[in-house]
């Protein structure tokens, strides 16, 4: 059974500060990466994708993957009340287009 | 661009009766989309995946004689929940994947929320 593990949190940061997010999965032949965010009620909407070690960074995002590690992470800068949500990490089924969601991690920006 | 939308945004059936839910990509063709299900406080689950001119593949547990899948079209997929039952009511998820961008990248539609009484 393939398995991405997220912490549940919720992860709580001040205004202002860097949240740090993360995820690990099983499948080590792995190959595409998703971080969504979901609000309560809503459906999840694209943050980031990545598919190369290292990290790529999209505004106040930076996304990190470590496929030795088998883990994926996504920091969020100068963090706003407006980014708290869940954080979902999807990852694909190697060999297929079907994602494996984690549980997600419950974000508090606290104002 | 990359929207995909859903209809109804939210229904509410009785017991026993039949709900169709459609899934449209309104910018980009997409010969694959997925249906997920989401209970409270819980993570998306993978219903099935709908091909284009071909018939679902359902993830293990999902009863297809229950959850009807069509992809009509490019653009298309309807998911009905037969004979529904009030252990059914979730919040139903279709997510497509842009054919032409080479990625797998998967957008996802508004949701629809399932109440049966």
């Known amino acids: 059974q393939k398995e991405v593990e997220q912490n549940s949190g919720p992860l709580s940061v001040p205004e202002g500060a860097i949240a740090s997010l993360n995820c690990t999965y099983s499948?080590?032949?792995?190959?595409?990466f998703f971080w969504y965010r979901q609000y309560s009620g809503k459906s999840p909407e694209l943050i980031m994708s990545?598919?190369?070690?290292g990290d790529k960074e999209d505004g106040r995002f930076t996304a990190q993957l470590n496929k030795a590690s088998q883990y994926v992470s996504l920091l969020i800068r100068d963090s706003q009340p407006s980014d708290s949500a869940t954080y979902l990490c999807?990852?694909?089924?190697?060999?297929?287009?079907?994602?494996?969601f984690g549980t997600g991690t419950r974000l508090k920006v606290l104002a | 661009g990359a929207v995909v939308s859903q209809h109804p945004s939210w229904v509410i059936c009785k017991s026993g009766t039949s709900v169709k839910i459609e899934c449209r990509s309104l910018?980009?063709?997409?010969?694959?989309m997925f249906w997920y299900r989401q209970f409270p406080k819980q993570s998306l689950m993978l219903m099935a995946t709908?091909?284009?001119?071909?018939?679902?593949?359902?993830e293990q547990g999902v009863e297809k004689d229950k959850f009807l899948i069509n992809h009509a079209s490019l653009t298309l997929s309807t998911l009905t929940v037969t004979s529904a039952h009030p252990e059914d009511s979730s919040f139903y998820i279709c997510?497509?994947?842009?054919f032409g961008s080479g990625t797998y990248e998967q957008y996802f539609g508004p949701g629809t929320r399932l109440t049966v009484t």
């Open positions: 997510s497509a994947r842009d």
């Open positions: 499948d080590r032949v792995s190959q595409s």
């Open positions: 990545i598919y190369s070690n």
């Open positions: 999807a990852v694909t089924l190697s060999g297929t287009y079907k994602y494996i």
């Open positions: 910018d980009f063709q997409a010969t694959t």
């Open positions: 709908s091909n284009e001119g071909s018939k679902a593949t359902y």
